[in-house]
């Protein structure tokens, strides 16, 4: 029982000696003391102790769970099946950064010090210096040593000379994994030096344009996902954002080194991570051809009429529902810099009875969007990964940077889907989300009045519409437009920003910076 609550003899040594083992094969389950736990952002140090040694760790995310249900504690013993070591910037010292390991005691009554092993200690051997001939361990009659031949001496291989030839002899893509231990996600830190990741993108934004006080660019950014499920999301600049966007294919595997991490920002970031990363012109990115592993894009699936509480968020959503009809693509014009984008709407309906409608624009709306127009006769199923949801027509749905759209995707509920649709589904007739918002129902039918309310509903009820958008009817009168403001404005007639009026005569644009005799009222 002892033997079983006790660290392993040695158990820093080993882990400094060796500190990026090429896989957890190689991770012998060396056993150390949890000390001086505590916790960091939404993970936790400690000290991990073998008893003489002690070296700065800190636990994966997903262990957290372990400590906050009290399953790990202070002083308990843990089993470490998997690490890496990375060296903390302008110290000596390394961090122990645990990716697997598993509870083997809760909390011990005290620290764990100084621990041998007496019964494994060896009586010291004392050499006598005047005893310096050899002694033969065989005995005197024993025979002549059979007869060998001697060979030609072979050229002997370097190891380094070996792992050359097999980065020369491996494709492009291997290299990197050849070179150095692939890291998962959940292991990768801003302090971290060299590292190498094998991630499927599952989500690729497009190639935007920016301006600013420091000037213009570009940028654009993809999200990426491990074999564990770990998701991070990498953003790239101007001269690297035009070198990798077409090197990254959405759903295929790639290798990526020498890129950078910092603290995400929760106000912007898109996946669960504490940081994001950052691919500058010099990082290296390599497909990983051949290779296949899950997970594809992640999906957490909204039904169309549970859309309400989202409405003008932060938060995307996503939906999976069957095609009923497609548009053809409109142009519309931008009021920022007068360019025209294009558009197409179409409308999707899944088993909640409900249908929605979907503005795809850009690229979908052109590429997507014409080839869902070719097939919309057969009733497609679409899944669609970041949505925003307004209070367009009530509800609806449009598509952003990041925005996938996967047609029958290979997933439960396509065929949940197609089910329902080809028992009840095709045969029944569904109401828009938008306009049904808040309204009752009698007899199946829907009037435009039934959900009026008096103007004393709303002012007596001072919550009303502070967790989620309320919908109603109203019938009233105007009983007063204030007389000393006008109902609209004096706008420029190029930008249709506010005029003033000019010194001697005309209108002046601040925006436009110019003088014009005439401007138009909105």
């Not at 008893?51 to 089993?79: D, Y």
Request: with cysteine; hydrophobic share 35%; charged share 20%.
């Amino acid at each position: 029982m002892e033997a079983a609550m006790s660290v392993t003899p040695g158990a820093v040594t080993l882990i400094l000696a060796n500190p990026s083992p090429d896989s957890a094969a190689e991770v012998p389950g060396i056993v150390v003391q949890v000390v001086d736990l505590k916790p960091i952002g939404n993970r936790f140090t400690f000290m991990a102790s073998d008893g003489k040694s002690k070296v700065k760790a800190m636990l994966p995310t997903h262990f957290v769970p372990e400590v906050r249900s009290g399953n790990l504690q202070n002083l308990g013993l843990i089993r470490v099946l998997d690490y890496t070591c990375n060296t903390i910037p302008n110290q000596s010292d390394k961090a122990l950064i645990i990716t697997k390991c598993e509870v083997v005691s809760q909390a011990l009554e005290s620290e764990i010090k100084n621990e041998v092993n007496k019964e494994e200690k060896k009586p010291a051997i004392l050499l006598n210096p005047k005893e310096e001939h050899v002694v033969s361990s065989k005995p005197t009659n024993a025979p002549p040593p059979a007869p060998f031949v001697l060979k030609p001496k072979q050229e002997l291989k370097s190891a380094s000379q070996i792992v050359n030839e097999q980065r020369g002899n491996a494709a492009p893509a291997a290299r990197l994994a050849i070179t150095r231990r692939v890291h998962p996600l959940i292991s990768l830190n801003p302090y971290q030096g060299n590292w190498v990741i094998k991630v499927r993108v599952t989500s690729k934004g497009n190639l935007r344009t920016y301006k600013n006080a420091r000037g213009e660019g570009c940028v654009f950014n993809v999200e990426l996902t491990d074999e564990d499920g770990t998701q991070i999301q990498a953003t790239m600049f101007n001269d690297a954002a035009k070198k990798f966007y077409p090197m990254f294919d959405l759903g295929k595997v790639y290798y990526i080194s020498k890129g950078s991490l910092r603290i995400a920002n929760k106000q912007f970031k898109t996946v669960q991570n504490d940081y994001e990363m950052t691919l500058n012109d010099n990082a290296v990115v390599e497909e990983a051809e051949g290779e296949a592993f899950i997970p594809q894009i992640q999906y957490t699936f909204a039904k169309i009429d549970q859309l309400g509480p989202y409405v003008n968020g932060r938060e995307l959503v996503d939906i999976i529902g069957v095609v009923q009809s497609v548009s053809s693509t409109l142009s519309v014009r931008r009021k920022i810099d007068n360019s025209t984008i294009p558009k197409r709407d179409i409308v999707v309906a899944d088993d909640s009875n409900k249908t929605v409608t979907v503005t795809l624009w850009n690229d979908l709306a052109t590429t997507v969007g014409q080839e869902l127009l070719d097939i919309v006769d057969t009733a497609p199923i679409i899944a669609i990964k970041s949505l925003k949801v307004s209070d367009f027509q009530g509800v609806s749905l449009s598509t952003v940077s990041k925005s996938t759209i996967v047609a029958n995707p290979d997933l439960p509920e396509t065929q949940q889907l197609r089910a329902w649709y080809d028992s009840e589904g095709k045969g029944t007739s569904m109401a828009s989300v938008g306009a049904d918002m808040g309204a009752s129902r009698a007899g199946g039918l829907r009037s435009m009045y039934n959900d009026r309310i008096f103007l004393s509903n709303i002012t007596s009820d001072p919550n009303l519409g502070q967790d989620k958008p309320v919908y109603f009817s109203l019938n009233a009168y105007i009983s007063l437009i204030k007389p000393d403001q006008t109902m609209w404005y004096r706008a420029c007639k190029t930008c249709n920003k506010k005029v003033t009026e000019a010194i001697g005569s005309g209108f002046w644009c601040e925006g436009c910076q110019k003088n014009d005799a005439e401007c138009s009222l909105r």
